[in-house]
């Protein structure tokens, strides 16, 4: 009885090679237009599938494989007496081997000015039916979806059958694969369109296994394209808990701009600051928490150079993150075997939504990406803020955004002095700032202050001014703001109202 394979790919990689090794195994190939033009031009038998079924391909290959001669060729149970008689009924073959790749939606999606008849075009119908239904029919067809299945298929086909095992996996992987590319279809016309999301779909290609999750108990993964972003050039492989840090690193630094350095443990600030060059950035950062810093996520917007490699290579740290390193800098940072070294290779700042976890589902929410506007922040108080207070508060209400809440921020040139973060009380992250700050030697007398929401009560402000600041940028919004206003005139400092909160979770 005669084998045959349906063969129709987008992806043409490797498939000359397959069909030539299915011949050797008696298959019969079936294909459509390309894929038969590309088998005939390398001198490989093809079966064109309108000649196979009697009926043409139709407007412009919209229409190629939707025949009752191939889905049911795929679909037959061989074991069912009744369907072997309808088969032979209506003419019907078995297909044995079903090898199909997609329309390249999700890279036409991605070319720039890609005009929506283009990308509608690239909306595969066939195709995914062709693999819906040889998946649905695992136990007596092989279903491949990608090049990289051929080299083991064909290894297990030598020893003269393919496995149940081997056919369910297939299976698995080919559902897979049409619901990823259905979610691609769907986000990206929701957007297009402007339809309010009904279904949160999340389908990522996994990436790697890590080691462990957040602990060594904890398996974990990444899912997705990390590698597009990041390219780990050195060290050992990278964390899950390095890639939370390298994350919380990256968007500080980036919404700091120019010659901005952050140190980053445990999601939290141990330092930041933006100065004249990359250098001097990371020696007033890390002056902010040299003992936190140690064995942190060291992050650049700038090309690190040879100079700053050697004052990295003086602590242990557990990443260094820009996007270039000169060669002598790369040959010094080397030193350090197992300390990752990264290139940045885009920014990650995007206005995709953040998800979490809850019991039952998913909380969804806008990515925090807002900036306050000039125009829309208040001097509420009777002394205004100087040009260097201005921009000594606008750096310290950036890091604060980026800081866990309960967040209290004190700086002064750019650069953090104390942070205190993640506390119940607000009162007491402004103590652990101040407690941090005397520690390394830090005097946070005329320093500025960030809050990154209201204080309900004038008490956490004093705390604030018994610390040393004299100028306050904070969101407003309490019922109590005009008590907190008197007690900044009290004691002369300025405070900024930006009538934007920044809680971080």
């Given at each position: 009885?005669?084998?045959?394979?349906l063969?129709?790919?987008?992806?043409?990689?490797?498939?000359?090679?397959f069909a030539?090794?299915?011949l050797?195994?008696d298959?019969?190939?079936?294909a459509t237009?390309?894929?038969?033009?590309?088998?005939?031009?390398?001198?490989?038998?093809?079966?064109?599938v309108s000649?196979?079924t009697?009926?043409?391909?139709?407007?412009?290959?919209?229409?190629k494989t939707?025949?009752?001669?191939?889905?049911?060729?795929?679909?037959?149970r061989?074991?069912?007496?009744?369907?072997?008689?309808?088969?032979?009924?209506?003419s019907?073959?078995?297909?044995d081997?079903?090898c199909v790749?997609?329309?390249?939606f999700?890279?036409?999606?991605k070319k720039?000015?890609?005009?929506?008849?283009?990308?509608?075009?690239?909306?595969?119908i066939?195709?995914?039916?062709l693999v819906?239904?040889?998946?649905?029919n695992?136990?007596?067809?092989?279903?491949?979806?990608?090049?990289a299945?051929?080299?083991p298929?064909?290894?297990?086909?030598?020893t003269?059958?393919?496995?149940q095992?081997?056919?369910?996996?297939?299976a698995?992987?080919?559902?897979?694969?049409?619901?990823n590319?259905?979610?691609?279809?769907?986000?990206y016309?929701e957007?297009?369109?402007?339809?309010?999301?009904?279904?949160l779909?999340?389908?990522?290609?996994?990436n790697?296994?890590?080691r462990?999750?957040?602990n060594?108990?904890q398996?974990a993964?990444i899912?997705?394209n990390f590698?597009e972003?990041?390219?780990?050039?050195?060290?050992?492989?990278?964390?899950?808990?390095?890639?939370?840090?390298?994350?919380?690193?990256?968007?500080?630094?980036?919404e700091?701009?120019?010659?901005?350095?952050?140190i980053?443990?445990?999601?939290?600030?141990?330092?930041?600051?933006?100065?004249?060059?990359?250098?001097?950035?990371?020696?007033?950062?890390?002056?902010?928490?040299?003992?936190?810093a140690?064995?942190?996520?060291?992050?650049?917007?700038?090309?690190v150079?040879?100079?700053?490699?050697?004052?990295?290579?003086?602590?242990?740290?557990?990443?260094?993150?820009?996007p270039?390193?000169?060669?002598?800098?790369?040959n010094?940072?080397?030193?350090?075997?197992?300390?990752?070294?990264?290139?940045?290779?885009?920014?990650?700042?995007?206005p995709e939504k953040?998800v979490?976890?809850?019991p039952g589902?998913?909380?969804v929410?806008?990515?925090?990406?807002?900036?306050?506007?000039?125009?829309?922040?208040?001097?509420?108080?009777n002394?205004?803020?100087?040009?260097?207070?201005f921009?000594d508060?606008?750096f310290?209400?950036?890091?604060?955004?980026?800081?866990?809440?309960?967040?209290i921020?004190?700086?002064?040139d750019?650069?953090?002095?104390?942070?205190?973060?993640?506390?119940m009380?607000?009162?007491d992250?402004?103590?652990?700032?101040?407690?941090?700050?005397q520690q390394?030697?830090?005097?946070?007398?005329?320093?500025?202050a960030?809050?990154?929401?209201?204080?309900?009560?004038?008490?956490?402000?004093?705390?604030?001014?018994?610390?040393?600041a004299t100028?306050?940028?904070?969101?407003?919004?309490?019922?109590r703001?005009?008590?907190?206003?008197?007690?900044?005139?009290?004691?002369?400092i300025?405070?900024?109202?930006?009538?934007?909160?920044?809680?971080?979770?």
């Open positions: 009885m005669k084998k045959f394979a063969i129709s790919v987008s992806d043409k990689t490797g498939i000359v090679d030539k090794s299915l050797k195994f298959y019969e190939i079936l237009g390309n894929t038969a033009k590309l088998f005939s031009q390398n001198n490989i038998p093809v079966n064109e000649d196979f009697g009926f043409p391909e139709i407007f412009e290959g919209r229409v939707l025949h009752p001669k191939i889905f049911g060729g795929i679909l037959i061989r074991d069912i007496l009744q369907d072997q008689n309808q088969a032979e009924e209506n019907i073959l078995p297909i081997i079903v790749n997609l329309y390249p999700v890279q036409t999606i720039e000015n890609a005009q929506l008849e283009e990308i509608i075009e690239n909306i595969d066939g195709g995914p039916s819906r239904a040889a998946a649905k695992y136990k007596y067809v092989s279903v491949l979806t990608s090049p299945q051929y080299v298929f064909l290894s297990e086909l030598e003269g059958n393919i496995s095992k081997t056919r369910e996996k297939l698995v992987a080919a559902f897979s694969y049409t619901s590319y259905d979610t691609y279809i769907a986000n016309l957007q297009k369109f402007e339809v309010e999301k009904s279904y779909r999340i389908n990522e290609k996994l790697k296994k890590l462990y999750g957040e060594p108990h398996s993964e899912f997705g590698d972003y990041f390219e780990v050039f050195h060290g050992k492989e990278i964390s899950y808990n390095n890639i939370l840090d390298l994350t919380a690193a990256i968007e500080l630094a980036e700091l701009g120019d010659n901005a350095c952050t980053i443990k445990h999601n939290n600030a141990a330092g930041a600051s933006v100065s004249s060059s990359p250098l001097q950035a990371y020696l007033n950062a890390l002056k902010c928490d040299p003992v936190s140690f064995g942190g996520i060291v992050a650049f917007n700038n090309e150079d040879a100079e700053t490699a050697e004052k990295l290579n003086e602590i242990f740290l557990e990443i260094v993150c820009a270039s390193f000169s060669s002598d800098a790369i010094i940072l080397k030193k350090k075997k197992d300390r990752r070294l990264i290139r940045k290779l885009k920014n990650i700042t995007h953040t979490r976890s809850i589902g998913f909380l929410q806008d990515r925090d990406l807002i900036s306050f506007e000039y125009d829309n922040l208040k001097v509420v108080t002394r205004k803020p100087t040009k260097k207070e921009e508060l606008t310290a209400w950036i890091v604060a955004k980026h800081t866990k809440s309960n967040a921020v004190f700086a002064k750019k650069t953090t002095l104390g942070v205190g973060a993640g506390q009380s607000r009162i992250s402004a103590k652990i700032a101040f407690m941090k700050a390394h030697g830090l005097d946070l007398t005329n320093s500025v960030a809050s990154d929401a209201f204080f309900p009560f004038a008490d956490g402000l004093l705390e604030i001014i018994k610390c040393g100028a306050v940028i904070q969101p407003g919004g309490s019922v703001d005009q008590e907190v206003i008197d007690a900044a005139n009290q004691h002369n300025t405070m900024v109202f930006t009538g934007i909160r920044h809680f971080k979770h």
